[in-house]
């Protein structure tokens, strides 16, 4: 009698499943939304949020594309679709160079926000935006690895996404780095089944696919070589008429470079010059002149007007940052970007339940190949079937590692929805034999992942794992956008208000933070001495007196030093860097209170 009460049970868990597995990526995909919203909700600008968001702006309002040219069309434009007719959004006018500057972006970012009567709740209804993309890109990753693996498999990948804290952190922030990583899922699986079977709606979606990805970041242009190696891919597996399928491809791959070509043209207006009303000629020389990168490419490009101005001026700056930019990992600060930078990044920023699971799912794809009767043939079968997430993941790795722009984990952000999906053929339906093991495994680590994004809540941006330590020594790790973008200036605030209240007979703030808005913008009651800040927006004299001392991680480790090298402030910044913080806000925002004695140690010693 066991056995038939067995089969029962089983098949009524099976039943209760499959009547389950429909509402679940729903309940998931919303757990995700409100995790998201909340996180951010009190979170101030992000070094880039104010220039994205002025940059749409210019776009929806004057089809100007002179701010932020660099950061990709789609983001920007797709981020503010809630704010082109918000009146209370004042969008100061470019009266400067015609080609634009970092300095020019800046500052019209910072009055525009400056001058808003409720930039927060701007700000926040452009972040629900980019949210809604990160919900569809989840979508995207149940959707494509239940169609890989099955349907555990889906749901598997999707628990890892929705609780990722590197997803949390970047998909609820108004950049290109959340739009650039869901069109290069989508472009690479659409891409993908267009290669394998030409249809009229496979080209369509492959077309428009690629074109999101061209226009949501610079970078997107790598869905180029991914659609090339996926489509020789396939040409080696065709055993016969190979010479007709090439000519198919190479037909196709035209036509839909045309029509990017043409999407990329509408996308800026049809229009060559950076800003309505200016002189093409002059702008085109200036273009020359001023570029970065040295590419011939690119002022051939230019010669002929082959692109857009606005497009190939983004593009330029983006070929020359990637070869030089200032960085930080473990204590050195450093010019020239280290292959081993995002490695370490993801060794230390992905949670150890991910990272364990990663490690599981190769043991068992390698186990379950060399297992079978014909180890070659699924060998073959395994690659046939995840050819456009192995395909997009080297050729992005290659890009990561060759790159000198060492800022940010965020820029490994495009690798983690391929990553989630990998990690779904742990539950595949093709896996029966270790089946309740890899169920087992994935229940227990996903657990783990969901209670450690819960105790991080809502320090997405400077999350680390258990092996990293200290989350307030992070510091001494990474900086910039992995750990400090500047999220924690309206904390500040709430801080400052109860310790140092404007009634109360408050002293003197004196602080050094990486954002692009100036401190005293978020601090309006407290008497604030601005320190050097990377935009720099020094007090140009001061003296240093009892109070409270406000550092971001970046600007502790000296990575940027627009203007510090005074002795003064070098001095005072390498002794708090040593001295233990009197509050941490965020594992990013050190405060330090500085009394008389203490502050004549600092500047007595080594005299």
């Not at 500057?101 to 009055?111: F, G, I, P, S």
């Not at 408050?506 to 008497?527: C, E, G, R």
């Not at 971001?552 to 001095?571: C, E, F, I």
Request: include cysteine; charge should be positive; glycine fraction near 6%.
């Amino acid at each position: 009698m066991t056995k038939p009460d067995t089969e029962t049970h089983s098949s009524q868990g099976e039943f209760l499943f499959f009547r389950l597995h429909k509402y679940l990526p729903l309940l998931l995909l919303g757990i995700h939304f409100i995790l998201g919203y909340c996180s951010m909700n009190g979170k101030s600008f992000t070094f880039d949020e104010p220039v994205f968001m002025t940059g749409g702006l210019a776009v929806w309002r004057d089809c100007d594309y002179s701010v932020n040219p660099e950061g990709g069309v789609f983001p920007q434009v797709w981020g503010t679709i809630g704010l082109a007719n918000d009146k209370s959004l004042k969008l100061p006018h470019s009266r400067e160079s015609l080609i634009p500057n970092k300095l020019t972006q800046w500052r019209r970012a910072v009055n525009m926000i400056v001058n808003a009567p409720d930039a927060y709740r701007a700000l926040m209804r452009a972040r629900c935006m980019i949210l809604l993309l990160s919900v569809f890109c989840g979508y995207l990753v149940w959707r494509i690895s239940s169609k890989i693996y099955g349907t555990k498999g889906g749901l598997l990948s999707l628990v890892l996404y929705s609780f990722s804290p590197t997803i949390l952190a970047n998909g609820t922030l108004i950049t290109a780095d959340m739009a650039a990583a869901t069109a290069f899922l989508t472009a690479g699986w659409y891409g993908w089944k267009m290669i394998r079977k030409i249809t009229p709606k496979n080209f369509i979606l492959c077309s428009l696919t690629a074109l999101w990805a061209v226009t949501a970041k610079m970078s997107g242009l790598l869905i180029g070589p991914v659609l090339l190696v996926m489509g020789i891919f396939v040409l080696s597996r065709k055993k016969r008429r190979n010479l007709k399928y090439f000519k198919i491809l190479i037909v196709t791959g035209s036509a839909i470079s045309i029509l990017i070509w043409c999407g990329i043209w509408t996308a800026y207006s049809f229009r060559f010059s950076i800003q309505p009303g200016k002189s093409q000629e002059s702008i085109r020389k200036s273009l020359l002149h001023q570029s970065r990168s040295g590419s011939t490419v690119l002022r051939t490009l230019s010669d002929y007007y082959f692109l857009p101005e606005a497009y190939l001026y983004g593009l330029d700056y983006t070929l020359h940052s990637a070869k030089k930019r200032s960085a930080y990992m473990l204590g050195e600060k450093y010019d020239v970007g280290r292959w081993y930078f995002f490695p370490f990044t993801f060794l230390i920023k992905t949670p150890l339940p991910i990272l364990l699971l990663i490690l599981f799912s190769a043991i068992l794809a390698g186990y379950r190949i060399s297992t079978a009767q014909k180890p070659l043939e699924a060998w073959h079968k395994t690659l046939w079937k995840t050819a456009p997430l192995w395909t997009f993941a080297i050729i992005y790795i290659i890009s990561c590692l060759t790159s000198g722009l060492n800022i940010g984990h965020r820029h490994l952000l495009p690798l983690y929805p391929i990553i989630f999906i990998f990690c779904g053929g742990i539950l595949s339906r093709e896996s029966w034999k270790t089946q309740r093991l890899g169920t087992l495994t994935c229940f227990t680590l996903s657990g783990w992942l969901i209670i450690e994004t819960l105790l991080a809540y809502p320090d997405y941006i400077a999350f680390f794992n258990r092996a990293a330590g200290n989350k307030d020594q992070t510091y001494q790790l990474l900086s910039d956008s992995s750990l400090d973008w500047g999220q924690e200036m309206w904390n500040l605030e709430e801080f400052l208000q109860h310790e140092n209240h404007p009634e109360a007979n408050p002293t003197l703030v004196y602080a050094s933070v990486l954002n692009i808005l100036p401190p005293k913008y978020y601090l309006p009651q407290q008497q604030v001495i601005t320190l050097p800040m990377f935009a720099d927006y020094s007090d140009r004299k001061y003296e240093f007196n009892p109070g409270w001392y406000v550092f971001s991680a970046t600007m502790l480790n000296d990575v940027y030093h627009s203007g510090s090298n005074q002795q003064k402030y070098q001095r005072l910044r390498r002794y708090l860097r040593r001295r233990t913080p009197d509050k941490v806000i965020g594992h990013s925002l050190f405060i330090y209170k500085l009394t008389q004695p203490e502050l004549n140690k600092i500047f007595c010693k080594n005299k």
